[in-house]
């Protein structure tokens, strides 16, 4: 049997309106590792500076200020003008379970199940443009989930599909819309003209609780829905193997079952997503729970949650900070497996080692 994995990880949040000296302190720490992923399969499998630019210029010209900015800020190279682009970069497959809940108020939930060996660990409050943003960081430019200051709170989960096609990595997508968009239509408009890389479902909640659960899949318009609950697959999609490893439908049964009941507060409802089958320690495989989120947009406020800690802020609290978690995974590295995530899937998938 093998013995229990453990990793030691510690969570930054900072703010800072713009990307600035504690931005670029981070990219800098972070940079050698995410240059090794980006790289990995050759410089010719990524996309040009131009044709990355090209793109942004394309399909959301609004973030081109931000970008140009970030890039300066990371000394101006051409490998990482391209990562902080997100355009056509490596695959990822990533876990996580997602719903809305009304209650005592209307709450959005998530959990982001993950390998602690791919991740950023850094919340952000910033105001790049007219809004201010908390959000948690991913790749440096894009955000895995987050809330802004006109009520509009945005996450993702992986879909489940492996395919991918040339479009913008999904937290570059997220980014944007929590940056120029004010509600649920403004968000859904967006989308419907940037394209994305990957297969992955975006929740979108906004002050007047309007909602939305959206499929993306590559190649395909957006389809919407109004239910408010997504895990790891979509109405048509079939992978198994993967579906299976994550237990996917196991876990959107669950959430299914806990909103049906209608017995919890919102943040009792919150804390659901801290009990197994949602909460998750195969952190070895590529799929534990690295932390979870609910975000309150009728009060402007967000939670990110582990076990034993919570960090709670709002718009007009939000104070820098550090946790430290060991991540401990009871059965260890699988025998025999390659890499994290090749679990689920036969291709090679990139592993980031910060």
Not at 45 to 64: G, W
Not at 296 to 319: I, L, M, R, S, V
Request: net charge negative; aromatic share 16%; with cysteine.
């Amino acid at each position: 049997m093998s013995a229990a994995t453990h990793m030691k990880f510690t969570f930054r949040a900072f703010a800072e309106e713009q990307a600035g000296p504690i931005w670029q302190h981070h990219f800098k720490r972070l940079w050698p590792a995410y240059k090794r992923w980006f790289l990995r399969y050759g410089e010719r499998d990524r996309p040009t500076y131009f044709e990355s630019v090209k793109a942004i210029k394309q399909y959301i010209p609004e973030f081109v200020p931000v970008y140009e900015a970030m890039v300066d800020l990371a000394g101006g190279g051409d490998h990482a003008a391209r990562f902080l682009s997100q355009y056509c970069p490596p695959p990822l497959f990533r876990g996580c379970s997602q719903a809305i809940y009304p209650a005592d108020e209307v709450v959005m939930v998530r959990s982001y199940d993950y390998s602690p060996y791919v991740f950023d660990g850094l919340l952000m409050q910033s105001k790049f443009n007219r809004r201010q943003v908390i959000g948690m960081l991913d790749c440096m430019s894009g955000l895995l989930d987050g809330i802004n200051s006109d009520g509009l709170a945005v996450s993702m989960s992986f879909g489940g599909r492996e395919q991918f096609a040339d479009g913008f990595g999904i937290s570059l997508v997220i980014r944007c819309l929590l940056e120029f968009a004010a509600d649920v239509d403004e968000a859904a408009e967006l989308i419907c003209r940037i394209p994305v890389q990957g297969a992955y479902n975006l929740m979108l909640l906004d002050r007047e609780a309007n909602q939305r659960t959206v499929e993306l899949t590559p190649g395909r318009d957006p389809v919407f829905y109004e239910h408010h609950i997504a895990t790891n697959h979509q109405a048509d999609s079939d992978w198994p193997i993967y579906e299976d490893k994550v237990d996917s439908r196991g876990r959107f049964r669950y959430l299914t079952d806990v909103t049906a009941s209608g017995v919890h507060t919102a943040r009792d409802f919150a804390r659901e997503f801290l009990r197994a089958p949602l909460y998750q320690t195969q952190y070895a495989r590529g799929f534990g729970t690295l932390y979870d989120a609910a975000f309150y947009p009728q009060h402007g406020a967000c939670e990110y949650f582990w076990p034993e800690k919570t960090w709670a802020f709002d718009f007009d609290w939000f104070e820098p900070q550090e946790y430290q978690i060991d991540f401990v995974d009871p059965e260890g590295y699988p025998k025999n497996s390659r890499a994290y995530g090749e679990v689920y899937t036969s291709k090679p998938i990139p592993v980031l080692q910060f």
